[in-house]
């Protein structure tokens, strides 16, 4: 009967090695790797503490001071911002204060439409063969029967007298720097040529308009030929009407001498 393979060996025979067990083997692998873990640990701390790394704690106070930055940027941003909405107020009241300010220059100049009650004057040359109709009166020049510069520009003195806010001679309105002027009996207005009959209109107040008118010495004198030689004169309520503005240039036109060298 053979010997098993657990019984020890006999002193004649010689001895053969011994098997390790298994669970042998399994202590020493988990020795091994635990002594790796704690090489790998120490290698990768270098003898610091790795849940207290100072990278990590500067890290943490750089975004903590990021923060507070944002905060304070926030803040002033904020501030900034009602700084803007306040200077925005502020010229927006200016700015109106400007425009209306305008608005009003531009209606005293004459440059916008300007709408109310409204007297119109028209004058008319004489019929070419008018005579005199009453006695006393010489028989009609030329000159008698057609209107003149001094004519309209009478009217228009005399509106303007009489609180005209606005006034517009034929389809052209007049500012300060107009001038009505008459080549024969051809009118010249802001470069235009107009022909008779000539229509001014007013606005403003029509009683006091007509008073001015009748109160008038130049349109006093105009009225004689009127009744004597026929010359046209009506005067019409318009009732509300509405001006246009000026829109040609306000710049002042005027004649320079030629300048000649010295010789």
């Not at 010689?14 to 020795?31: D, E, G, K, N, S």
């Not at 720097?177 to 107040?205: E, F, W």
């Not at 109160?215 to 509300?240: C, F, H, R």
Request: with cysteine.
């Amino acid at each position: 009967m053979s010997n098993s393979a657990d019984s020890p060996p006999t002193g004649d025979g010689p001895a053969r090695p011994r098997r390790p067990r298994p669970m042998q083997v399994l202590t020493a692998a988990v020795f091994a790797l635990a002594g790796l873990i704690f090489f790998t640990s120490f290698h990768t701390a270098k003898g610091t503490d790795i849940r207290t790394d100072a990278s990590l704690l500067r890290l943490s106070d750089l975004v903590q001071e990021r923060s507070r930055k944002n905060k304070e940027l926030d803040e002033a941003n904020a501030a900034l911002r009602a700084d803007v909405a306040a200077l925005a107020r502020r010229t927006a009241d200016v700015g109106k204060a400007r425009s209306d300010s305008l608005a009003e220059l531009e209606k005293s100049a004459g440059t916008r439409e300007l709408r109310g009650r409204a007297i119109t004057v028209t004058l008319n040359d004489a019929p070419p063969d008018a005579t005199a109709k009453l006695p006393g009166y010489p028989e009609p020049q030329p000159d008698y029967l057609v209107i003149h510069q001094q004519d309209l520009q009478a009217v228009v003195n005399a509106l303007w007298n009489g609180g005209a806010q606005g006034i517009k001679v034929m389809d052209q309105r007049l500012i300060s720097t107009s001038a009505v002027r008459c080549v024969g009996n051809t009118l010249i207005l802001q470069g235009r040529v107009y022909s008779p009959p000539y229509k001014i209109t007013a606005v403003g107040d029509p009683e006091k308009l007509r008073k001015a008118l009748a109160d008038s010495p130049a349109i006093q004198n105009y009225m004689v030929y009127v009744n004597v030689y026929g010359l046209g004169w009506k005067v019409t309520d318009e009732g509300t009407v509405t001006l246009p503005g000026y829109s040609g240039t306000v710049d002042l036109q005027y004649a320079r001498p030629v300048e000649q060298d010295d010789k």
